[in-house]
T-cell receptor, first 109, second 113 residues
Framework: KQEVTQIPAALSVPEGENLVLNCSFT??????LQWFRQDPGKGLTSLLL?????REQTSGRLNASLDKSSGRSTLYIAASQPGDSATYLC????????FGAGTRLTVKP | GAGVSQTPSNKVTEKGKYVELRCDPI?????LYWYRQSLGQGPEFLIY????????DSGLPNDRFFAVRPEGSVSTLKIQRTERGDSAVYLC???????????FGPGTRLTVL
């Protein structure tokens, strides 16, 4: 069974900082890895999808990397803004889709 | 429709009652997933359909939970003899095929009194 771990569980940073969120998984036989954002009381919004053959994917200030062999992915957020405050979830997609517990990010003005 | 929809958005029921939660995936999506999310936790996998069949139901917590997808589109999650511990947000997602990008619905908030 795929186990997904996200570190840290919570992170608080001042506005403008660059930051890295980590996701690790136990079974490297995956198709894709997808990062989501979830605002309090809301559903999940897809941020980035990295296919297993890719190493990086970028969208605006977000950059996600994937090292399948070591079971790791990172989400890099550049020049963080208060509007980035949310919970960030990684989902590992193999024959099913398993989530980590998320990193709760607070960006202070 | 344009996205994944779930009905009802909120459901309040009494302990011991039966509930059905509905998910309408994006048209043409063959893969459909159900999750349960408690406050402060990540989504907990329940069941995954590929077409009409349950490809993986290992996440269903016990035999009070059952899900169907008879025509390979709409899915219904059924919970019998609800317990207070079943209270959570139930999320549904669909993807074009197994392994491709997943899209989530807004969820159904279930409260068991």
């Amino acid at each position: 069974k795929q186990e997904v771990t996200q570190i840290p569980a919570a992170l608080s940073v001042p506005e403008g900082e660059n930051l890295v969120l980590n996701c690790s998984f136990t079974d490297s036989a995956i198709y894709n890895l997808q990062w989501f954002r979830q605002d309090p009381g809301k559903g999940l919004t897809s941020l980035l999808l990295i296919q297993s053959s890719q190493r990086e994917q970028t969208s605006g200030r977000l950059n996600a990397s994937l090292d399948k062999s070591s079971g790791r992915s990172t989400l890099y957020i550049a020049a963080s803004q208060p509007g980035d405050s949310a919970t960030y979830l990684c989902a590992v997609i193999g024959n099913d889709m398993r989530f980590g517990a998320g990193t709760r990010l607070t960006v202070k003005p | 429709g344009a996205g994944v929809s779930q009905t009802p958005s909120n459901k309040v029921t009494e302990k011991g009652k039966y509930v059905e939660l509905r998910c309408d995936p994006i048209s043409g999506h063959t893969a459909l997933y159900w999750y349960r999310q408690s406050l402060g936790q990540g989504p907990e996998f329940l069941i995954y359909f590929q077409g009409t069949g349950a490809a993986d139901d290992s996440g269903l917590p016990n035999d009070r939970f059952f899900a169907v997808r008879p025509e390979g589109s709409v899915s219904t999650l059924k919970i019998q003899r609800t317990e207070r511990g079943d209270s959570a947000v139930y999320l549904c997602a669909s993807s074009l095929q197994s392994g491709s990008k997943a899209f989530f619905g807004p969820g159904t908030r279930l409260t068991v009194l």
